[in-house]
């Protein structure tokens, strides 16, 4: 075996011993039931989709942030689809005319890709390559500012947030899963401040906004 196929396996080796590593983390990790399908579980200080953990660890192990990024970032149902097509509309305000625009013919989330969704998706359907991201690169994410990959965090690169009124923003959550017609949902109105939402509960609406908002 010569040495570029040994540097291979030692490699293919380890990323199956961080695998496995990840997934004793992950089977350790508190749980709670979810609103739709999957479980939450509490990861890093904050309530995460479990099919998302993994992708997230990808990101924070592997993203290289580069100073002209520009990362949208908010928490499911405050206003997500709105900031990232203005900010893609704003960025690229001069590279197209109104007739020819993408937003006419495709939807945001594939001009803005989600960062755990797309970039680093579990399912390679869902993959975006980051390598066809035409710079200035826009990124949309619903993960924390502490849980960013820390290219992000130390980089020169933008962050854009935006904050909503938590109770408009379980009303938005509300509506969104009863229109899901294959989720079978109970709704108890005394005991909804103990469920956990997707990426939040209700109390760290206002205390993750506070602690890891960046201006």
């Excluded at 396996?9 to 089977?27: A, R, Y």
């Excluded at 625009?101 to 755990?116: G, M, N, T």
């Excluded at 680093?120 to 869902?126: F, I, L, P, S, W």
Aim: charged share 15%; aromatic share 14%.
């Amino acid at each position: 075996m010569n040495s570029t196929h040994l540097i291979e396996e030692q490699s293919k080796d380890g990323q199956e011993e961080n695998q496995q590593d990840n997934k004793q983390v992950i089977l350790s990790l508190p749980k709670e039931n979810a609103w739709i399908l999957s479980q939450n579980l509490y990861f890093q200080c904050f309530w995460c989709p479990s099919n998302l953990i993994q992708p997230i660890i990808s990101f924070q192990n592997h993203f290289q942030a580069k100073d002209s990024d520009i990362v949208v970032a908010s928490l499911p149902k405050s206003g997500t689809t709105w900031l990232r097509a203005l900010t893609f509309t704003i960025v690229n305000r001069n590279q197209y005319s109104f007739e020819n625009h993408p937003l006419l013919k495709s939807i945001i989330h594939k001009l803005v890709p989600s960062i755990e969704r797309n970039l680093y998706a579990a399912d390679m359907k869902d993959q975006i390559p980051i390598s066809k991201i035409i710079e200035p690169r826009i990124f949309g994410t619903h993960i924390p500012f502490s849980s960013l990959a820390k290219s992000i965090q130390e980089s020169n690169c933008k962050i854009v947030y935006i904050s909503r009124n938590p109770f408009d923003t379980f009303v938005s959550f509300d509506t969104f899963v009863s229109c899901l017609i294959l989720i079978v949902w109970c709704f108890d109105v005394f005991g909804w401040l103990d469920l956990s939402l997707m990426y939040f509960t209700y109390f760290s609406l206002y205390i993750l906004p506070l602690k890891n908002s960046v201006c």
